[in-house]
């Protein structure tokens, strides 16, 4: 296998080919073991042999733009697939994790990543999650004057190995989805860089905290151009030399540039690459790559995003005002993105027979519909493929990241198993379950099951 094909990335590149024949594989498979079927009509799989080539693609990227020696770590953003074994499986090929929230450090930890390979970033840390940190050693990002109070008296009361940097706002612009653009001018993230008076606070900070040692910048997510991305990230670049400079040493060692490489979801091919990223930052700013600075990235749609897909059985074929419409087991709980905001989010769908196999057959405008109780509960909407039957399977493809890892519990709807999947060296595919599938017992469990008569119990005064 050419593993250097999807840093390399160009169209028709053998990796991403490769991905397409293992996937359809590992579908076929799915239904031939009983992973998929009529009693399990809903399954999220993970290419275990895809995710390793995108973590491999990535440290390749920056090793070959960054000098000798450099310090990097590629924290990966949890919160695009909060899943303990991808953790693992990433930390086993050099990736840390980037968390924001207690419930992704627990995760990060549950998959024994190392403090020394974790970072926290979140807007609205507490007191207790500070003191973790701290404690535990893990870099943290201060998003803001009053959390870096917070921290400022921490550190007076107990000395901390943690690294320790200001999330700014380069302010550059927004990219195509408002959304997750997070270098606006009124975006909630970090220090807004070009407010007034703003940058002489950040440099103050520095000049007044030996311990501050890091500048932070996330620039956006999907739809942010390659161009916007290197343009926040060279004025971060710019602001650490500017403090170094006005403080008259190298305080700020590391750069944390953030992530948000956007993904194709329109084919197979993955554009832009990591490479590609890498050259446009290398063009842009030489002087992040020189050695001077330790770098920190925080990926997470493009290591993820095409490796995952969901399958589901088609219940009922129907056919609605002249339109067929097929009624699977995927809707807006395993693609809530897609199936409220369809146009930002349009995802590819692909047909299988009910053996697993690609439909084949002329293309038929369809809709392809998820199990919810409203009409927009739709994963596709007048989409031409093989026309889908009962017991067919619909799959919506690169969904390994914030798809369905990240259930919606609409409708009470089962939380779908997730397995992780590899070719087995003879011509089959072999699975391993990431996570099982969710049961009613659960849902009953989670949803006050234990405390069915507590409202009967509460009596207003004077009423009976
Ligand atoms: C969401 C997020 C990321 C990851 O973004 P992707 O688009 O998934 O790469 C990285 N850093 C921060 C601070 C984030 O909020």
């Known amino acids: 296998m050419d593993k250097g094909n999807s840093s390399a990335g160009g169209p028709g590149g053998d990796t991403d080919g490769?991905?397409?024949?293992?996937r359809d594989e590992a579908v076929r498979a799915a239904v031939e073991q009983g992973l998929l079927g009529p009693g399990s009509p809903i399954v999220g799989l993970l290419d275990v042999t895809g995710i390793r080539e995108s973590a491999a693609a990535l440290r390749a990227a920056f090793d070959e733009v960054t000098a000798p020696g450099t310090p990097v770590l590629h924290a990966f953003a949890v919160k695009a697939t909060p899943l303990v074994p991808v953790l693992r499986l990433l930390r086993e090929e050099g990736i840390g994790a980037e968390v924001a929230s207690p419930g992704e450090l627990a995760l990060a930890r549950a998959a024994g990543l190392p403090p020394g390979r974790t970072v926290l970033d979140s807007p609205a840390k507490t007191p207790a999650e500070l003191r973790e940190a701290l404690a535990l050693g893990i870099a943290v990002n201060a998003d803001n004057p009053q959390e870096l109070d917070r921290i400022d008296g921490l550190m007076r009361s107990a000395a901390s190995r943690s690294p320790?940097?200001?999330?700014?706002?380069?302010q550059v612009g927004a990219g195509a989805i408002e959304a997750l653009s997070t270098a606006t001018a009124t975006s909630k993230f970090g220090v807004a860089l070009r407010d007034e008076g703003?940058?002489?606070w950040?440099?103050?900070?520095?000049?007044?905290?030996?311990?501050?040692?890091?500048?932070?910048?996330?620039?956006?997510?999907?739809?942010?151009?390659?161009?916007?991305m290197a343009e926040g990230v060279a004025a971060t670049y710019a602001l650490a030399e500017e403090i170094n400079r006005r403080i008259g040493r190298p305080q700020i060692d590391t750069i944390d540039i953030g992530g948000g490489l956007p993904v194709n979801f329109a084919s197979d091919v993955t554009t832009p690459t990591y490479a590609d990223y890498a050259r446009v930052l290398k063009e842009s700013v030489p002087g992040l790559f020189d050695g001077r600075y330790g770098l920190v990235t925080e990926f997470g749609r493009s290591l993820l995003a095409k490796h995952?897909?969901?399958?589901?059985?088609?219940?009922?074929?129907?056919?609605?005002?002249g339109r067929p419409v097929a009624v699977t087991h995927a809707g807006v709980q395993v693609a809530t993105r897609t199936v409220y905001a369809p146009g930002a989010w349009p995802l590819r769908i692909a047909a299988y027979?009910?053996?697993?196999?690609?439909?084949?057959?002329?293309?038929?405008?369809?809709d392809v519909a998820g199990p919810a109780c409203f009409a927009g509960d739709l994963l596709a909407q007048a989409y031409p493929l093989p026309l889908l039957e009962q017991g067919d399977y619909a799959a919506a493809l690169d969904t390994g990241a914030y798809y369905f890892a990240h259930h919606y519990a609409y409708n009470s709807l089962t939380r779908p198993g997730i397995y992780g999947f590899a070719p087995d060296g003879a011509g089959g595919t072999d699975f391993a379950t990431v996570r099982e599938t969710q049961t009613v017992e659960e849902i009953v469990a989670e949803s006050g099951g234990a405390h069915a008569a507590a409202l009967t119990t509460l009596r207003t005064p004077g009423r009976r």
Request: charged share 25%; hydrophobic share 35%; net charge positive.
């Open 353 to 366: 027979d009910g053996k697993g196999r690609p439909k084949e057959g002329p293309e038929v405008v369809q």
């Open 198 to 200: 703003a940058r002489e």
């Open 202 to 228: 950040v440099v103050r900070a520095y000049a007044e905290r030996p311990w501050l040692s890091r500048l932070h910048a996330h620039t956006g997510s999907q739809g942010v151009p390659l161009s916007l």
């Open 164 to 170: 320790i940097g200001i999330r700014v706002n380069p």
């Open 18 to 22: 490769e991905r397409a024949v293992r």
């Open 308 to 321: 995952g897909t969901v399958v589901a059985r088609v219940e009922y074929a129907k056919s609605a005002g």
